[in-house]
């Protein structure tokens, strides 16, 4: 179950209400949340019935994922005419087929949700000898996991390990963004980019940062821009609970990256080179993603949050961060107290 909710988080935005109360053509697509022009709305019926008799011509296979590369392949065909904003709705609902999750009817639940759970034997033993072996004291894929992923890949997914021995199918880091990225709006089409590059390295496992603390500043950097560059956008919601998480991080660390000293009375700083680093500049590099951030973006949030708790303890840094987001965040996205901040 846990494994199958870390895939299930489903992304379902409210779509726009019609401009008028006249009821769309029977053959207008779905897909589409605005009122079309005659014209355009003609072309989307035609556009509508090409694709039934596709669909006709080329039925769903049974196979899960043949299922999967056929709805790619459908997915492919709608985007050639569809305008910014009805790609923009066919991205919500492809992702909605893909992740929703029903527990009391699975059957309903989506495609990817379907293919973890066929592929459990493989998931649940994916630390296993069967798929790992150690070579120069490196763990390396033997070649039965590089069957397995070769057969995922050439659909567009791939097992990926998420920390802890856990491990899930999901699709390649940047699957959404080939498929979507020429057809969606410019905010859908910057997220789709930052989550294509930041998806391709796990930030933590084993509640332990497993990116450098440059990559942790970079990662705030991208979506703090995001949210200012497009601040109406519909995947706001999303990108702040990305923001949030690493912004979380930079401030406060985690149980097996500390950014305090153990009693909680100072910042980690180059005095402490040598902890929780094989190359011994723990502190140092962990202070100069924080100056990253505030020669960057000074006038960001994150880097006012970086000035205002350079000099305080941890209680005193928790008090002020929670103090800070409430007066300055969007009250609409900021709506609820972090766990454990």
Same mark, same amino acid.
């Given at each position: 179950?846990?494994?199958?909710?870390?895939?299930?988080?489903?992304?379902?935005?409210?779509?726009?209400?019609?401009?008028?109360?006249? =009821?769309? &053509? /029977? %053959?207008?697509?779905? #897909? !589409? @949340?605005? +009122?079309? =022009?005659? &014209? /355009? %709305?003609?072309?989307? #019926? !035609? @556009?509508? +019935?090409?694709?039934?008799?596709? %669909?006709?011509?080329?039925?769903?296979?049974?196979?899960?994922?043949?299922?999967?590369?056929?709805?790619?392949?459908?997915?492919?065909?709608?985007?050639?005419?569809?305008?910014?904003?009805?790609?923009?709705?066919?991205?919500?609902?492809?992702?909605?087929?893909?992740?929703?999750?029903?527990?009391?009817?699975?059957?309903?639940?989506?495609?990817?949700?379907?293919?973890?759970?066929?592929?459990?034997?493989?998931?649940?033993?994916?630390?296993?000898?069967?798929?790992?072996?150690?070579?120069?004291?490196?763990?390396?894929?033997?070649?039965?996991?590089?069957?397995?992923?070769?057969?995922?890949?050439?659909?567009?997914?791939?097992?990926?390990?998420?920390?802890?021995?856990?491990?899930?199918?999901?699709?390649?880091?940047?699957?959404?963004?080939?498929?979507?990225?020429?057809?969606?709006?410019?905010?859908?089409?910057?997220?789709?980019?930052?989550?294509?590059?930041?998806?391709?390295?796990?930030?933590?496992?084993?509640?332990?940062?497993?990116?450098?603390?440059?990559?942790?500043?970079?990662?705030?950097?991208?979506?703090?821009?995001?949210?200012?560059?497009?601040?109406?956008?519909?995947?706001?919601?999303?990108?702040?609970?990305?923001?949030?998480?690493?912004?979380?991080?930079?401030?406060?660390?985690?149980?097996?990256?500390?950014?305090?000293?153990?009693?909680?009375?100072?910042?980690?700083?180059?005095?402490?080179?040598?902890?929780?680093?094989?190359?011994?500049?723990?502190?140092?590099?962990?202070?100069?993603?924080?100056?990253?951030?505030?020669?960057?973006?000074?006038?960001?949030?994150?880097?006012?949050?970086?000035?205002?708790?350079?000099?305080?303890?941890?209680?005193?840094?928790?008090?002020?961060?929670?103090?800070?987001?409430?007066?300055?965040?969007?009250?609409?996205?900021?709506?609820?107290?972090?766990?454990?901040?």
């Amino acid at each position: 179950m846990q494994r199958l909710l870390l895939i299930c988080l489903p992304l379902l935005f409210a779509a726009c209400g019609r401009q008028d109360d006249t =009821p769309p &053509p /029977a %053959a207008s697509v779905a #897909a !589409s @949340a605005v +009122s079309e =022009p005659a &014209p /355009a %709305a003609a072309s989307m #019926a !035609s @556009a509508a +019935s090409a694709e039934t008799i596709q %669909a006709e011509e080329d039925p769903m296979p049974a196979d899960l994922l043949k299922q999967f590369e056929w709805h790619t392949e459908r997915i492919k065909r709608e985007l050639a005419s569809a305008t910014p904003k009805q790609a923009d709705n066919l991205y919500d609902e492809y992702v909605a087929l893909l992740t929703t999750y029903n527990e009391n009817r699975p059957s309903e639940s989506g495609l990817l949700v379907k293919i973890n759970d066929r592929e459990t034997t493989v998931l649940d033993n994916f630390c296993s000898e069967q798929y790992w072996v150690e070579k120069a004291g490196k763990l390396e894929e033997t070649e039965a996991l590089k069957t397995l992923q070769r057969k995922m890949s050439a659909v567009g997914l791939e097992y990926w390990d998420v920390g802890e021995c856990t491990a899930i199918v999901r699709p390649k880091a940047d699957y959404y963004l080939k498929l979507f990225g020429p057809a969606v709006s410019p905010d859908t089409r910057r997220f789709l980019e930052i989550e294509a590059r930041q998806d391709k390295e796990l930030a933590t496992n084993d509640a332990a940062l497993s990116i450098s603390w440059q990559e942790l500043a970079e990662r705030v950097l991208e979506w703090e821009d995001f949210l200012q560059r497009h601040p109406g956008s519909r995947l706001s919601r999303k990108a702040f609970d990305e923001y949030l998480f690493y912004q979380n991080i930079l401030l406060f660390g985690l149980d097996n990256t500390p950014t305090y000293s153990d009693d909680g009375t100072r910042l980690l700083s180059a005095a402490d080179d040598g902890e929780n680093g094989e190359n011994g500049t723990y502190g140092r590099d962990y202070q100069a993603a924080r100056q990253k951030i505030v020669k960057q973006r000074p006038d960001g949030d994150t880097a006012k949050l970086v000035v205002l708790t350079q000099t305080l303890n941890y209680d005193q840094a928790e008090k002020a961060v929670k103090e800070y987001r409430r007066k300055h965040f969007d009250s609409t996205l900021y709506s609820a107290e972090p766990e454990g901040v």
